[in-house]
C-alpha cells in the first residue's frame, strides 16, 4: 500500500475489541484477549493474506495502538498495513494537533508511516483536513480517508486535498444489515462512481448480528457493547436464524453471511478480529457469492426487526 493508489486486503481486521482492558465492566467488549491469543490471529490473518490492521487512539486511549504493535512483532513492515486515525475530540491544544497525535501513534505502534489515517469524524472539516496535507507530502502518512462524514463533509475534504494535488482515497463509516444509513444516502454509489474504497464497520453489530449471541446467551455482562445490544437481541432472531440458514448451506455461519453481505454491497468490511478461528470466517465470507434474492430477504428481515444501532459517536447521514 506504499504505492499511489491505495489498494488493500479484501477484509480488514479491526481492533477496537483489542483496547479492553480486560477487567470486568471496564471497556466497551468485555472479551477476555490474551497476549498469545493475539498473536495467533495475526498469525492466522497474515497467513491467510489478511494485513490491513484498523485502529485509532481514542481505542483504550491508545492500548489497542500498543497492543497491536506487540502482536505484530517480528513481521516486516512491508508484510502489513497500518490504518489509524485522528480523532478531533482528542486533539491537543499544540501549534498541529494532528501531527501531534500522529506523532504518538507512530510511536505506539513503532513505525515511522501509516498506510491510511482517518479524521475519525467530522467535528470540523474545514480546520483540520488542510493539516493532513504536509503529512502526506513528507510520506508520514501514505492515504487518507476519512470516517463518519456525510457527503457534503466528503466532499469539502476532497476539496481541500485536492487543492494540494491530493484526495479522499476512502470512507469508513457504520453499515451493516442493521444500519443503512450510507447506502440511503447515496454515499456508497459516490464512492463507486468516484473511485473511493468505502470500508463498512461494525458489520457484525459487534457481535449482536453472529447468532453467537441470544437472549439465553447475551453479550457480556457489564460491557457497553452489551448495554446497548442485549435489550434487542429477541428481535434479531428471526433475522440471525435466517442467516444461519444461508450459511448451512455453504458451510458457513451466520457471521460469515453478515460479512459476504458487506462484500456483496461492494465494501471493504472491518471486521473486528478476537479469536484466531474467526479468520476460517473471513476466508469463507470471501468465498460466498450471496443471490440477489437472499440480500432482499436479508434486508427486508433487517428492517423488520425495526432497531436503530447508531453509535453514540455517529452523526446522521
Ligand atoms: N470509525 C469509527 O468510528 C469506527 C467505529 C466502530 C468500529 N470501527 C472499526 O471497525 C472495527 C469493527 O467493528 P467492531 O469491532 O466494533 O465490531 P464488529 O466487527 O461488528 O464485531 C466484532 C465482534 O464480533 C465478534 N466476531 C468477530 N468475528 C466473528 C466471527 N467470525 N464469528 C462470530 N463472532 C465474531 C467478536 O465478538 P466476541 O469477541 O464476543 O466473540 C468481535 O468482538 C473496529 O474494531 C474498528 O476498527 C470504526
Not at 491537543?92 to 501531534?100: I, L, M
Not at 478461528?277 to 434474492?293: K, N, S, W
Request: some cysteine.
Amino acid at each position: 500500500m506504499t504505492s499511489k493508489t491505495l489498494t488493500a486486503s479484501p477484509v480488514a481486521l479491526g481492533t477496537w475489541a483489542w483496547g479492553d482492558s480486560g477487567e470486568v465492566g471496564d471497556g466497551q467488549f468485555g472479551s477476555r484477549l490474551t497476549e498469545s491469543g493475539l498473536r495467533e490471529v495475526v498469525e492466522k490473518a497474515h497467513s491467510n493474506g489478511f494485513t490491513l490492521w484498523d485502529t485509532a487512539v481514542v481505542y483504550g486511549m491508545g492500548r489497542s495502538e500498543t497492543v497491536l504493535a506487540q502482536a505484530l512483532k517480528g513481521y516486516a513492515r512491508s508484510e502489513y498495513q497500518l490504518s489509524t486515525k485522528f480523532t478531533p475530540q482528542a486533539a491537543g491544544d499544540g501549534g498541529n494537533p494532528v501531527a501531534d497525535m500522529l506523532e504518538q501513534s507512530l510511536d505506539r505502534l513503532g513505525t515511522d508511516y501509516v498506510d491510511l489515517y482517518w479524521i475519525h469524524n467530522p467535528a470540523d472539516v474545514a480546520r483540520w483536513t488542510p493539516l493532513l496535507i504536509p503529512l502526506l507530502r513528507s510520506g508520514t502518512i501514505k492515504h487518507v480517508g476519512v470516517s463518519n462524514h456525510n457527503l457534503t463533509q466528503i466532499a469539502l475534504a476532497d476539496q481541500i486535498l485536492g487543492e494540494a494535488g491530493f484526495r479522499v482515497e476512502a470512507v469508513q463509516n457504520h453499515h451493516s444489515l442493521l444500519y443503512r444509513s450510507s447506502e440511503r444516502a447515496g454515499i456508497l454509489d459516490h464512492c463507486r462512481e468516484h473511485d473511493v474504497r468505502f470500508f463498512s464497520y461494525m458489520v457484525l453489530e459487534q457481535g449482536a448480528l453472529t447468532g453467537r449471541y441470544s437472549p439465553a446467551h447475551p453479550l457480556p455482562e457489564g460491557s457497553d457493547r452489551a448495554a446497548v445490544y442485549n435489550g434487542i437481541l429477541p428481535r434479531l432472531q428471526t433475522l440471525t436464524d435466517r442467516m444461519a440458514a444461508i450459511g448451512e448451506d455453504r458451510g458457513a455461519s451466520a457471521a460469515d453471511v453478515a460479512t459476504a453481505w458487506a462484500i456483496a454491497k461492494g465494501t471493504t468490511p472491518i471486521i473486528g478480529v478476537t479469536k484466531a478461528g474467526y479468520l476460517d470466517g473471513l476466508v469463507r465470507a470471501h468465498g460466498i457469492e450471496l443471490a440477489d434474492e437472499e440480500i432482499a430477504e436479508l434486508e427486508t428481515l433487517a428492517d423488520a426487526a425495526d432497531v436503530d444501532t447508531r453509535g453514540w459517536w455517529e452523526p446522521g447521514m
